[in-house]
């Protein structure tokens, strides 16, 4: 059944649920902590990379790795998990049952980014689509174009003085390593940004070298820090016993500057456009939007003359019976 508000339920398996039933049975889509929940009394289904992730940021427990790209058969239906070009690991899911294919894209990103190839949008009866930018104020430039852009920021500031990046400890900070390594700085990272740094490079993915920020600021002239721990206070302190001029900038996809000096748009979510795109490739007879703008979205997409509506207003209780 779908729980609104604990994810979504393919036969006997939870898909990112906030609570986790003793016994159950769970799909990790990916490792950012708003679609991880664990429980030392069910068996977690991910992919070997997502449970590296998993194990590093919230401990250890019950794991079966799925590697992509292979259908498995489990409790009388089919599972198929593949590259959806959100952070290392992540995967959309598709499930076959009973003559019937459902897909499921979780966070997702269309286009290549730095580091990952887009997702390639699955083919299925219904297709849960995540909406998290499902608005068309939230169109963004060429992703390969931001890393550029913010590689000759960060190469031309890093030479006048320290340059604060801010971005989400898992995904975006490691798109962060890349482009300061690409502008010919080793930066120093907070903690945890240095151990998925690790897990990445353990899984091929070439990030360059990263320092644990650890009282040795004076080492580099890029500092990558996650957005939330990024505030007046750290400005004060930098400046304060960092006697260089600071040049601070945000990844986000997000509107936002705050005490930034500038606002990259770099996201790891497909934009408006992407997300029509995926649809139209996809072309699936129902579109169930979730997260963001779900209910804007679905409008859209019934004007283009698909037929969607937002999940949360379902009655439904089992993915089986959209
Ligand atoms: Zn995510
Ligand atoms: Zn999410």
New binding site residues.
């Given amino acids: 059944m779908f729980s609104q508000g604990n994810g979504l339920l393919f036969k006997d398996f939870l898909i990112d649920p906030h609570k986790v039933p003793k016994g159950g049975k769970v799909l990790l889509s990916h490792a ?1 902590s ?2 991880v929940k664990l429980s030392k009394k069910a068996e977690f289904f991910a992919t070997p990379e997502t449970i590296d992730l998993v194990k590093e940021r919230f401990g250890d427990a019950k794991f079966c790795a799925l590697e992509k790209n292979k259908k498995h058969k489990i409790d009388g239906f089919e599972m198929e998990l593949s590259n959806n070009g959100h952070i290392l690991g992540s995967a959309q899911a598709k499930f076959s049952a009973d003559g019937k294919d459902f897909a499921l894209t ?2 997702f990103r269309l286009q290549d980014s730095l580091l990952f190839c887009g997702a390639e949008p699955l083919k299925a009866d219904t297709l849960v689509l ?1 909406t ?1 930018f499902g608005s068309p104020e939230y169109v963004f430039p060429k992703q390969i174009d931001v890393a550029n852009e913010m590689t000759t920021w960060v190469e031309k500031n890093s030479k006048k003085g320290l340059v604060l990046l801010a971005g989400y400890s898992l995904g975006k900070a490691q798109e962060l390593t890349k482009i300061s390594n690409d502008a010919g700085v080793i930066p120093i990272v907070h903690d945890s940004i240095f151990e998925s740094n690790k897990i990445y490079e353990k899984h091929g993915v070439k990030l360059g070298k990263s320092l644990k920020l650890d009282h040795n600021l004076k080492d580099s002239s890029v500092l990558i820090m996650p957005p939330q721990l990024v505030d007046r206070h750290l400005f004060a302190t930098l400046e304060h016993f960092d006697k260089r001029k600071i040049f601070s900038a945000l990844a986000t996809g997000w509107k936002h500057r705050g005490a930034f000096d500038e606002t990259f748009p770099l996201s790891n979510h497909a934009d408006y456009n992407e997300l029509i795109e995926y649809v139209r490739q996809s072309n699936p007879k129902l579109i169930l939007t979730d ?1 963001g703008f779900c209910e804007e979205f679905a409008r859209k997409l019934n004007k283009l003359g698909f037929n969607a509506k937002p999940l949360k207003q379902h009655k439904q209780k089992m993915l089986g019976e959209f």
């Fill in positions: 950012h708003d679609h979780s966070d995540e998290t997260h």
